[in-house]
């Protein structure tokens, strides 16, 4: 919002409606890689980080035409107003990304806010990479595995490490696809 080229950043979230996505859980299981597929049922909404170029200007919108196109967002889009977009952010990515099973995830706490978050980092990414810097957000730094160089030219992730990581919670309601 402090580089000057944009106005302010602006979101539209969206539900889209409960959704069951499948997902991957990678586990060790007797010193052996098991992938097993599960499901979770989630309310799926979405969101978009947009804004507009500095100078130029959103119009004011009657009431009629705000609730004929469903807000701000709807009318610059119908009336051919140039927005600047991040990539749409949804629950159902979260899910797929592993960022919603995580242990103590905000996302199954705080939907709204992560929403917004991921798609304003997706949003600068995109567009302003330079004001950026490569630097990424505490969830994204969260979203890694811890690996250590190993001497030999490789890496190694300490498996006993993640083992003791608290499991995820109960009420994420997964079911085993196979079942």
């Given at each position: 919002n402090g580089c000057g080229r944009?106005?302010?950043?602006?979101?539209?979230?969206?539900?889209?409606?409960?959704?069951?996505?499948?997902?991957?859980?990678?586990?060790?299981?007797?010193?052996?890689?098991?992938?097993?597929?599960?499901?979770?049922?989630?309310?799926?909404?979405?969101?978009?980080?947009?804004?507009?170029?500095?100078?130029?200007?959103?119009?004011?919108?009657?009431?009629?035409?705000?609730?004929?196109?469903?807000?701000?967002?709807?009318?610059?889009?119908?009336?051919?107003?140039?927005?600047?977009?991040?990539?749409?952010?949804?629950?159902?990515?979260?899910?797929?990304?592993?960022?919603?099973?995580?242990?103590?995830?905000?996302?199954?706490t705080m939907p709204d806010v992560m929403l917004r978050y991921r798609a304003a980092s997706f949003f600068g990414k995109l567009h302003a990479p330079e004001l950026l810097m490569g630097l990424q957000t505490a969830e994204e730094v969260r979203d890694f595995v811890d690996a250590r160089p190993d001497g030999s030219g490789g890496y190694s992730v300490d498996i006993d490490a993640m083992r003791m990581r608290p499991k995820p919670p109960a009420d994420l309601a997964q079911v085993d696809a196979t079942a």
């Open positions: 944009f106005s302010p950043l602006r979101f539209e979230l969206s539900d889209l409606g409960d959704k069951e996505v499948e997902y991957s859980v990678t586990e060790w299981v007797n010193r052996e890689r098991q992938t097993r597929k599960l499901r979770v049922t989630v309310q799926n909404q979405q969101c978009i980080a947009w804004t507009v170029e500095r100078g130029t200007i959103i119009p004011q919108f009657d009431l009629a035409d705000l609730k004929a196109y469903g807000g701000l967002y709807g009318c610059c889009k119908h009336f051919g107003i140039p927005l600047v977009e991040s990539p749409a952010v949804s629950m159902e990515m979260a899910v797929k990304e592993g960022w919603y099973g995580k242990s103590s995830s905000k996302w199954q």
